[in-house]
T-cell receptor, first 114, second 115 residues
Framework: AQSVTQLGSHVSVSEGALVLLRCNYS??????LFWYVQYPNQGLQLLLK??????LVKGINGFEAEFKKSETSFHLTKPSAHMSDAAEYFC????????????FGSGTRLSIRP | DTGVSQNPRHKITKRGQNVTFRCDPI?????LYWYRQTLGQGPEFLTY????????KSRLLSDRFSAERPKGSFSTLEIQRTEQGDSAMYLC?????????????FGPGTRLLVL
């Protein structure tokens, strides 16, 4: 079975500081990994996805994530936080043989301090 | 491309009543998914369709829940005899069917409150 664990339900950083949101996955087969963002009262928007190509994945809004198989991690980073980055972020996993469900983590709420 | 739309956006009902939600996927997306998101949690998969065929159902989808996609376009999710535990955000997503890693595009959700 596949699962993801997001470390830290709430992360607070200052505007301009590095953003680091942690995600560890569990999968018995090669996974596909995603980061989604959810703004208040809105649906989920895909930030980036890893599909077994490059291990460093660049997404929208300056975010990127690195797939590390040895650490079973897929942490999300952004060099400089912006006030508009305040939102809920979800790490998620699926496997290539299951073209259906995505398994989501419990989410990390990112707050940006002025 | 107008995105995935869901109606209504909010629904308040009394325990025991039936409710129905509608999802209109992005046109030409033949896969449609339903998820449920409770407060402070990530979305949980409920079911998905490829065209009009319902191909997978989660164990979360009790007998009180039924989903349809009769013409392979819009979908409805009905909850019968609602319970307070059904209070959640119900999310719909759609994707084209090519490879498994195709992006699922999410709608804004329907927030259900059962009193």
């Amino acid at each position: 079975a596949q699962s993801v664990t997001q470390l830290g339900s709430h992360v607070s950083v200052s505007e301009g500081a590095l953003v680091l949101l942690r995600c560890n996955y569990s999968s018995s087969v090669p996974p596909y990994l995603f980061w989604y963002v959810q703004y208040p009262n809105q649906g989920l928007q895909l930030l980036l996805k890893y599909t077994s190509a490059a291990t460093l994945v660049k997404g929208i809004n300056g975010f990127e994530a690195e797939f590390k198989k040895s650490e079973t991690s897929f942490h999300l980073t952004k060099p400089s936080a912006h006030m508009s980055d305040a939102a809920e972020y979800f790490c998620a996993v699926t496997i290539y043989s299951s073209a259906s469900k995505i398994i989501f983590g419990s989410g990390t709420r990112l707050s940006i301090r002025p | 491309d107008t995105g995935v739309s869901q109606n209504p956006r909010h629904k308040i009902t009394k325990r025991g009543q039936n409710v129905t939600f509608r999802c209109d996927p992005i046109s030409e997306h033949n896969r449609l998914y339903w998820y449920r998101q409770t407060l402070g949690q990530g979305p949980e998969f409920l079911t998905y369709f490829q065209n009009e065929a319902q191909l997978e159902k989660s164990r979360l989808l009790s007998d009180r829940f039924s989903a349809e996609r009769p013409k392979g376009s819009f979908s409805t999710l009905e909850i019968q005899r609602t319970e307070q535990g059904d209070s959640a955000m119900y999310l719909c997503a759609s994707s084209p069917y090519r490879l498994v890693q195709e992006t699922q595009y999410f709608g804004p959700g329907t927030r259900l409150l059962v009193l």
